[in-house]
T-cell receptor, first 114, second 112 residues
């Protein structure tokens, strides 16, 4: 089991460029999440998905789009990157909430927008 | 949504117990308390969770007060590898889905 993987690990973009971050999980989880982490801010939820073909907004969705075409993949897109989107991005996945909800996280993608 | 309050930082000597407190005075009756940790530059890692009874697993123990307004995560024999930011989270449920809201956590430093 690879768990949760993220591609790429590092990326530098110029302002206005676009890119897609890929998250993949092999645990057959229904739920998937994208977070960003900035220094001193903790993790903030960008978007999440409760199943294939569905997505929902989190705390800080502006400037990002997501898609969940396959159950195992969750894509995060930046259409026009801005310096404020410089951050570390973490993807996570989980089973549907029942008596507990714990999430498995990927290793992160470090994005710098200049 | 129930919010949590944690001290920003704590120190602990290697081999001693680390007791990390968390206040969640507005917790609802059906909300769980979760603990995660994040070792430098890595993705967060689930540690333990509980509703109202004390819980123990191979990593830690979770003590929840009877009124459920606070809890304590206990690492019984802290090692240098336990140096990390520890997050106390109360599960929220909105619109039929459930998501975790992370705060700033407690930075635990285990000293040799």
């Amino acid at each position: 089991n690879a768990g949760v993987t993220q591609t790429p690990k590092f990326r530098v973009l110029k302002t206005g460029q676009s890119m897609t971050l890929l998250c993949a999980q092999d645990m057959n989880h229904e739920y998937m999440y994208w977070y960003r982490q900035d220094p001193g801010m903790g993790l903030r939820l960008i978007h999440y998905s409760v199943g294939e073909g569905t997505t929902a907004k989190g705390e800080v969705p502006d400037g990002y789009n997501v898609s969940r075409l396959k159950k195992q993949n969750f894509l995060l897109g930046l259409e026009s990157a801005a310096p404020s989107q410089t951050s570390v991005y973490f993807c996570a996945s989980s089973y549907p909430p029942g008596t507990g909800l714990w999430q498995y996280f990927g290793p992160g993608t470090r994005l710098t927008v200049t | 949504d129930a919010k949590t309050t944690q001290p920003p930082s704590m120190d602990c000597a290697e081999g001693r117990a680390a007791n990390l407190p968390c206040n969640h005075s507005t917790i609802s009756g059906n909300e769980y308390v979760y603990w995660y940790r994040q070792i430098h530059s890595q993705g967060p890692q689930y540690i333990i969770h509980g509703l109202k009874n004390n819980e123990t697993n191979e990593m830690a123990s979770l003590i929840i007060t009877e009124d459920r307004k606070s809890s304590t995560l206990i690492l019984p024999h802290a090692t240098l590898r336990d140096t990390a930011v520890y997050y106390c989270i109360v599960r929220v449920a909105q619109g039929g889905s459930e998501k975790l809201v992370f705060g700033k956590g407690t930075k635990l430093t285990v000293n040799p």
